[in-house]
């Protein structure tokens, strides 16, 4: 299993980034999605996530009306438009999958993050 993100980087205040989530060692269009961010010192915490299906998002509202999630099922990846960015989303963003079933198998997967720097 492997979630590799990438996309981050250095970016001014007010400017875009878009992070993507290339997923494989697993039936992404079976897992529900989601980006979390960690900033120093600080917990880990929900960005945004995404159905398997693509068809329900939901956002911190730290971030609701600047980020946008969406996946691409048949890429098997996930992304995250980040717009108009402020200094307090400096943090490292990291990819997660969820899988659950009515038989109660549960399995989750993390990708290793990729560093978000807003500076100017």
């Known amino acids: 299993v492997q979630l590799v993100e990438s996309g981050g980087g250095l970016v001014q205040p007010g400017g875009s980034l878009r992070l993507s989530c290339a997923v494989s060692g697993f039936t992404f269009s079976n897992y529900h999605m989601s980006w979390h961010r960690q900033a120093p010192g600080k917990e880990r915490e929900l960005v945004a996530t995404?159905?398997?299906?693509?068809?329900?998002?939901t956002y911190a509202d730290s971030v609701k009306g600047r980020f946008t999630i969406s996946r691409h099922n048949a890429k098997n990846t996930v992304y995250l438009q980040m717009n108009s960015l402020k200094p307090e989303d400096t943090a490292v963003y990291y990819c997660?999958?969820?899988?659950?079933?009515?038989?109660?198998?549960?399995?989750?997967?993390w990708g290793q993050g990729t560093q978000v720097t807003v500076s100017s």
């Open positions: 995404i159905t398997a299906a693509g068809g329900r998002t």
């Open positions: 997660n999958a969820i899988y659950s079933d009515e038989t109660g198998d549960y399995r989750r997967y």
